[in-house]
């Protein structure tokens, strides 16, 4: 080209130091602020992980007591939101999060202040505390955001978030309107952990665009909603899902697996990764917990068997191990949240009530050294055209 080299996709491009979380993508490891995925996947809990993604350090007893309570404190939402949520009931819920989590962000003060603090330039202690503030009332509202769409979306009315329960069973209680199973918690706050962050994907990338502008928290993150909304990203799960569905029986994996590998054929959802060129080691968490749960309650519609014939065809097939294409999250994402029996429209959704904590977690990181997104594309249509009136064009 005469430009040179492009960086198609950003890929490789480093945009900014991070101390958040790190990936090695040859080995198939993950970090969170320097502790590996799978401790912290065994230790913690979702409060847990999402303090030390923020506050960059584990939380001692207090401190997690105190997180815990104010983001239980931080529930509910506007009734602004609730309208909008009514409104979209119908609506695709990726659609109905971006509009909610706009509306919450035009009604909140803090983030008013905030916003015209960082307009004069001031971004001090204090205004960090508020966007800290807001930080952990958006990790709050946008897990009642995705429940109460769903209740409004089967015409049920929504119920109040409990104070007393921790994020992943307050979920549930209020997806479902009543207390959750302890192994579904377990399920639920382990896909929270897995997809809380993982450096700079394109949602994560959209929120730090719009936040360099020095836009609003809720604004920044409705981007990172709407990015994470497409099928290439965030919206894998659910494909993943339909996929597994539609094939039905372990049998039919071969036929499936072969189409992807034909030139121009769809691509194998859940598979590939720009960065793990291994096996996804969050994938690896959740297909153990998939075959803890499939063996107490049983493989719901063969998806456990579907899956692990799919995995062999590509852990075999030389179109895949050729181009070190492995399962990622969301190949077994998935399933978890198919037997917890969430429907399969709010995989993504979810996704986002884990990924905000990421989100913000980058924002603040990138607002401690901001510098408005720019970057240049390099013109290759033609200069100095004659302009030809209307009328004489051919
Ligand atoms: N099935 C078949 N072929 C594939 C797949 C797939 N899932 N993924 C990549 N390839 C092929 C691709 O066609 C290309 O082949 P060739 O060299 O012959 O042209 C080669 O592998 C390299 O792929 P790429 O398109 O350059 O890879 P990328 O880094 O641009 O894309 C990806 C990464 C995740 C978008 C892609 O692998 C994909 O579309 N996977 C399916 C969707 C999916 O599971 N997404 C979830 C990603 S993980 C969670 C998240 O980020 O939200």
């Not at 539609?246 to 720009?274: C, N, Q, W």
């Not at 050729?322 to 998935?334: C, E, I, M």
């Amino acid at each position: 080209s005469p430009c040179g080299e492009i960086a198609h996709g950003l890929e490789d491009v480093l945009i900014k130091t991070t101390s958040i979380s790190d990936i090695d993508g040859e080995r198939g490891i993950l970090w969170y602020r320097g502790y590996r995925i799978e401790d912290l996947a065994r230790n913690s809990t979702y409060e847990e992980v999402a303090y030390l993604l923020l506050y960059g350090k584990l939380p001692t007893r207090g401190e997690l007591d105190e997180f815990t309570s104010r983001l239980a404190k931080n529930r509910d939402l506007n009734p602004a939101t609730v309208e909008v949520l009514k409104n979209l009931a119908y609506a695709h819920p990726m659609f109905a999060a971006e509009a909610a989590i706009a509306t919450e962000g035009a009604f909140d003060d803090d983030n008013r202040k905030l916003s015209e603090s960082l307009r004069t330039g001031k971004y001090g202690d204090e205004e960090k505390a508020l966007a800290y503030r807001i930080a952990e009332k958006l990790v709050a509202k946008m897990a009642t955001i995705v429940a109460y769409h769903y209740r409004l979306s089967r015409g049920l009315e929504p119920v109040r978030p409990r104070e007393d329960l921790p994020h992943a069973a307050n979920f549930l209680y209020l997806m479902f309107g009543k207390m959750p199973e302890r192994l579904a918690v377990r399920g639920l706050d382990l896909y929270l952990i897995l997809h809380a962050d993982h450096e700079v994907p394109a949602s994560t990338l959209a929120a730090q665009v719009v936040a360099s502008t020095l836009s609003d928290l809720y604004s920044s993150i409705a981007a990172a909603v709407a990015a994470l909304k497409g099928p290439l990203h965030g919206g894998a799960n659910e494909a993943v899902v339909r996929t597994y569905l539609e094939i039905g029986d372990p049998s039919r994996a071969k036929s499936i697996v072969e189409a992807a590998t034909k030139p121009g054929g769809p691509k194998l959802m859940g598979v590939g990764h720009r960065v793990y060129k291994a096996y996804d080691p969050r994938a690896r968490i959740l297909k153990d917990f998939a075959r803890d749960y499939m063996t107490k309650y049983g493989d719901r519609d063969n998806l456990f068997a579907i899956a692990v014939a799919i995995e062999q065809e590509v852990l075999s097939l030389p179109y895949f191990r050729q181009r070190r294409l492995y399962p990622n999250v969301d190949f077994w994402s998935g399933i978890v949240l198919y037997y917890l029996g969430i429907p399969y429209e709010y995989y993504t959704p979810l996704f986002a009530v884990s990924r905000v904590v990421g989100w913000v977690a980058h924002i603040l990181e990138y607002w401690d050294n901001n510098r408005i997104f720019r970057p240049r594309a390099c013109y290759v249509g033609p200069h100095d055209l004659k302009y030809v009136p209307i009328n004489e064009r051919a």
